[in-house]
């Protein structure tokens, strides 16, 4: 797994809130469910923002090859 930032970008008022909730609940549900909520918060942000999903992926700590959509 890469250095997310995930725990920086759910205090930032510049992450929709919606995103900011999706990332909140993937850190503070159970870890084994903690990739599933990545992807979910990740496909929020990518809706909600310019950000491309490769992008958003690596911002969250996730691989690539992973879907946003």
Do not use: F, K
Not at 15 to 31: D, F
Not at 34 to 59: G, K, M, N, W, Y
């Amino acid at each position: 797994m890469s250095l997310s930032m995930a725990p920086l970008l759910m205090h930032s008022e510049h992450v929709p809130a919606e995103a900011r909730e999706a990332l909140r609940a993937a850190y503070e549900g159970a870890p084994e469910d903690r990739s599933e909520r990545l992807e979910s918060a990740a496909r929020i942000l990518a809706e909600q923002t310019d950000l491309e999903c490769s992008d958003v992926l690596e911002l969250v700590g996730l691989a690539v090859d992973e879907d946003c959509r």
